[in-house]
């Protein structure tokens, strides 16, 4: 029987060749889903049949029309950012401090009232059952991650300016609620804002910049039409590449700037010379000096480390006055869970 999950649309696996005749055709108006996106076979990325690619590779570039995965020509948007800003509703960009204090106030109390309901009945007085509380402390763990995603985006709202008209308040609620989830607040509104402003770039991003091909299979020792024979059917490596992430991700991206740009030789002021990511090369959101930064946001990076500081302090005297294991149910795996829904 013939699957019918990805509807067939011989149009849509298109070889070298019939990308370049496409190139020189009307735009497809083909009705097409995501689910419908192409994906090379093993068969049409093996050295034999490269020579396909080289005998149109000229023709190709000579083309001037950029094109989508489907063959439709792709063009610019004929709007502008302010086009987007006059569609949305003003009150949208009312800021209301006393509503933003309440929302910290409430998350806050949710996580003060979840933490004394399950320290007081979740106990072996209570539930003699050790599965039954372990699951139970897990459901906790569970609950708390999701109060603490709460508190860490009003955070991300400060950073953002967008909690409070006042910038004291901002900064200020924005410092004390990052420190407490182990985020350096300045070092991150900083890398953030420059995020937004180059989203999409490859060489700009503060964030999110993809490998190409060429690195990625440079990293694994193949060649580049390997790839996708590689990658079609990796369940398992696909599972632990999630895992790690979802664990790491994020503090990897703090102390080594994974996932972010390395062209920090670009940095204004001269500071990325012979910098690449790394976890020893001082590209990272606690360093002053940092090329993710400029010389005047040392003050800020010190001052989001002593937050940092702070809440480690307090971490390790919870270990040592009730023991490693409480703290780690009581803050750490819940903290695994906001890192998680991030």
Known sequence: ??????????????????????ADSSPSTADVSPTDSPRQSPSTTSLSSMSSVDDVSATETKSTKLLDTYGNEFQLPNYAMGDIIRAIPKECFKRNTALGLYYVARDLTCLATTFALFHTFVTPE????????????????AIQGLFGTGLWVLAHECGHQAFSPSKIVNDTVGWVCHSA??????SWKISHGKHHKATGNMEKDMV?????????AGRISKFVHELDELTE????????????????GWWLYLIANVTGHDHHEN?????????????????????????LYEAKD?????????????????????????????????????????????
Not at 128 to 138: C, G, M
Not at 268 to 284: D, F, I, L
């Open 1 to 22: 029987m013939a699957s019918t999950a990805v509807p067939r649309r011989d149009g849509l696996r298109r070889t070298a060749a019939a990308a370049a005749a496409a």
């Open 181 to 186: 989830l182990l985020v350096p607040y300045f």
């Open 298 to 342: 040392a003050k800020l990076i010190v001052l989001s480390d002593i937050g940092v500081a702070l809440t480690i302090s307090a971490l390790v005297w919870i270990s040592r006055t009730y023991g490693v294991s409480n703290m780690l149910v009581w803050y750490f795996v819940p903290y695994l869970w906001v890192n998680h829904w991030l």
């Open 233 to 248: 059917e990796t369940p398992i490596a696909t599972l632990l590449h999630l895992v790690g992430q979802q664990l790491a």
């Open 126 to 141: 209570n539930i003699p059952s050790t599965p039954a509380r372990a699951v139970l402390w897990a459901v906790y763990t």
């Open 208 to 216: 999110f910049v993809p490998k190409s091909r060429e690195v990625y």
């Open 267 to 291: 940095q204004k002021e001269g500071r990325g010379k012979g910098k690449k990511n790394g976890y020893t090369t001082g590209v990272n959101h606690f360093n002053p000096a940092s090329p």
